[in-house]
T-cell receptor
Framework: NAGVTQTPKFRILKIGQSMTLQCTQD?????MYWYRQDPGMGLKLIYY???????DKGEVPNGYNVSRSTTEDFPLRLELAAPSQTSVYFC???????????FGPGTRLTVT | KQEVTQIPAALSVPEGENLVLNCSFT??????LQWFRQDPGKGLTSLLL?????REQTSGRLNASLDKSSGRSTLYIAASQPGDSATYLC???????????FGAGTQVVVTP
């Protein structure tokens, strides 16, 4: 049972480039989340999904897009990367509302 | 808006001493509270989830208490070990759907 997996682990982007961060969970969880973590800060919610085909914005959605075509996958798309998007990105999932969240290992992204 | 604070930001204790980690939140109307552990360069590992109707949760050497009226949760780790060195984060869920608000974490070093 792999839990929540994320790829890639590390990535360096040039300003203006685009990329997709992949997230997959094998626990059949309906709820999935994308967070970013900046040094010395708590995690901030970017986007979330309550099921396939249903997504909504979190606290810091600007510059990102998501889609949820299956229960397992929740990719995060960065368009026109900016230095302010340099961060560590975590994907998480949970089975029901308010239940325990399970996190992936993270993607460390640098935009230069 | 819910604010979650963890003080101190860092602490160092000798091996064997009990650890006491604090988490404060401004809005007492929370649904759940979850404690996580984060090792350097890794994702978050769930330690304990406390439902709003509970006063405490225990798992091995870990005990977490919740006092909603005062807006506080405390994580106790008994007889600390060097392997307990990590950053500990708390997160509150302000409503039933599960949108976490995270604290910035307390970085713990347990010295042999």
């Amino acid at each position: 049972n792999a839990g929540v997996t994320q790829t890639p682990k590390f990535r360096i982007l040039k300003i203006g480039q685009s990329m997709t961060l992949q997230c997959t969970q094998d626990m059949n969880h309906n709820y999935m989340y994308w967070y970013r973590q900046d040094p010395g800060m708590g995690l901030k919610l970017i986007y979330y999904s309550v099921g396939a085909g249903i997504t909504d914005k979190g606290e810091v959605p600007n510059g990102y897009n998501v889609s949820r075509s299956t229960t397992e996958d929740f990719p995060l798309r960065l368009e026109l990367a900016a230095p302010s998007q340099t961060s560590v990105y975590f994907c998480a999932s949970s089975s029901t509302t308010g239940s325990e969240q399970y996190f992936g290992p993270g993607t460390r992204l640098t935009v230069t | 808006k819910q604010e979650v604070t963890q003080i101190p930001a860092a602490l160092s204790v000798p091996e064997g001493e009990n650890l006491v980690l604090n988490c404060s939140f401004t809005d007492s109307a929370i649904y759940n509270l979850q404690w996580f552990r984060q090792d350097p360069g890794k994702g978050l590992t769930s330690l304990l989830l406390i439902q709003s109707s509970q006063r405490e949760q225990t798992s091995g050497r870990l005990n977490a208490s919740l006092d909603k009226s005062s807006g506080r949760s405390t994580l106790y780790i008994a007889a600390s070990q060097p392997g307990d060195s990590a950053t500990y984060l708390c997160a509150v869920i302000p409503d039933s759907w599960g949108k976490f608000q995270f604290g910035a974490g307390t970085q713990v070093v347990v010295t042999p």
